[in-house]
């Protein structure tokens, strides 16, 4: 008698990489659950699906490992069946299909229809802004846009999303009330470029008309701005963060260099007085502004010169948040064509001197925090405190506020006004009043 077809398949879905594959796995998920699909995320199940990331060297490793630790669960009997996804297979299908053939099927970043029918389940189109989300219950992204028309020339995204896709205000607006209606009450806007964003569907930049609709979505409190390019950020943006209370004072800039030289082989199209000139003009119409960044450091021909051009910068402009990541040298991109002449152990030191001179920033901004109040919303509690953050700070990446839980109580999911008592390089201490 053959009793496995009668047992029920759990769907485990694993996310690697960024925010916006984290997106794509709910979008996943929530079409997995309208399918009466037992579908969990990253817990034990007999059907995997792994969600990849492609971006980095260090990040195609971890998508690699992860696909060999379930194919090895799978040839000894302990999962029934592995699926890939996401960025890496659609950059390296062929070459995955070949090295590791004990996948049942890879897909790419746009055949999410295909999946679901490789699952049993099929793609419907009236889920609109139906997710499964896997973030604490009080925040949620909402990704405003897919692909990148930037030709950056490190970056290997265009290769893995394709072309800068908007989505409609209406559409967003309704993803937006679906979330708040499970009590979300903060949006983190996310995409490939937030910038560009209605180029394409409304002949103009538009971010400021979204964001005065999302605005007027009832229960969301905080909206956060992440990843805006900076040659043609949209200024109405400043004015509308200005008037509106519910868009945190807050933006995620990254701009990678700052040498002219080097600026000019990525092909960013601005340069070191343009940029400077442009976060001068977001302090001015916005002082109480956090401004996230990140940076690459040993991309082909940095010289010890550039990186102090840019060590000399990172200290003028006292960035409130930043990351500093080390050049990885992507096949198919422009930068592919240059020699990746910067030694490994050279791009690790100079990522470390960046970090250490922006935690020193940081414990110094940090410092004077002490004693001020802050709204603050509580995301989990962890051993002995509740974590949480103050509007100037975004999930995993920035500052976390510790309140001792020994002493307090507060409730997750909640907004609570946290003094702060201690402050160190990157956690605040605080009690609520």
Not at 192 to 220: F, M
């Amino acid at each position: 008698m053959r009793t496995k077809s009668l047992k029920k398949n759990k769907i485990n879905v694993v996310t690697l990489g960024c925010s916006k594959n984290i997106y794509d796995s709910e979008v996943l998920m929530g079409q997995l659950r309208a399918n009466d699909k037992e579908v969990v995320h990253e817990e034990e199940g007999n059907v995997v699906v792994i969600n990849t990331c492609g971006f980095i060297a260090n990040a195609k490793q971890e998508s690699i490992n992860t696909i060999l630790g379930y194919v090895e669960k799978k040839e000894a009997g302990t999962v029934d069946k592995v699926f890939v996804t996401g960025c890496l297979s659609e950059r390296y299908k062929p070459d995955l299909q070949k090295e590791i053939p004990n996948v049942d099927e890879y897909f790419g970043t746009s055949e999410l229809p295909n999946l679901l029918k490789a699952l049993g389940a099929d793609y419907k189109h009236e889920l609109i802004g139906e997710r499964l989300t896997v973030t604490p219950k009080n925040y949620a992204y909402l990704k405003i846009a897919e692909g990148c028309d930037r030709p950056c020339s490190f970056c290997a995204i265009p290769l893995m999303r394709g072309k800068h896709k908007s989505k409609p205000i209406e559409e967003l607006v309704t993803e937006a009330e679906k979330l708040a209606a499970k009590g979300v009450k903060e949006l983190i806007l996310i995409a490939q470029d937030l910038t560009y964003y209605g180029l394409d569907l409304y002949k103009k930049r538009n971010l400021a008309e979204l964001l005065r609709a999302l605005v007027k979505v009832d229960g969301i409190e905080w909206i956060r701005l992440h990843y805006a390019f900076p040659t043609g950020f949209p200024m109405e943006v400043l004015k509308v963060m200005k008037q509106e209370p519910k868009i945190c004072n807050y933006l995620d800039i990254p701009l990678q260099h700052i040498s002219d030289r080097i600026l000019k082989s990525m092909r960013r199209g601005t340069t070191q007085a343009k940029t400077t000139e442009l976060l001068q003009d977001f302090r001015a119409a916005v002082p109480e502004m956090t401004i996230r960044t990140t940076l690459i450091v040993g991309y082909p021909g940095e010289t010890q010169e550039d990186f102090q051009t840019l060590k000399n910068w990172v200290a003028e402009m006292r960035f409130e948040r930043l990351g500093c990541f080390t050049y990885s040298h992507e096949e198919n991109t422009h930068a592919y064509t240059l020699i990746d002449d910067v030694p490994e152990e050279v791009k690790q030191e100079r990522a470390n001197e960046i970090m250490e001179l922006q935690s020193q920033i940081s414990w110094e901004l940090n410092q004077q925090k002490i004693d001020k109040v802050f709204r603050c919303i509580i995301d989990r509690k962890e051993g002995n405190y509740f974590i949480g953050r103050t509007e100037y700070d975004s999930p995993d990446v920035d500052n976390e506020v510790l309140i001792d839980a020994t002493k307090h109580y507060v409730k997750q999911g909640e907004f609570v006004n946290v003094k702060i008592t201690g402050a160190e390089d990157f956690d605040l201490y605080g009690t609520p009043v």
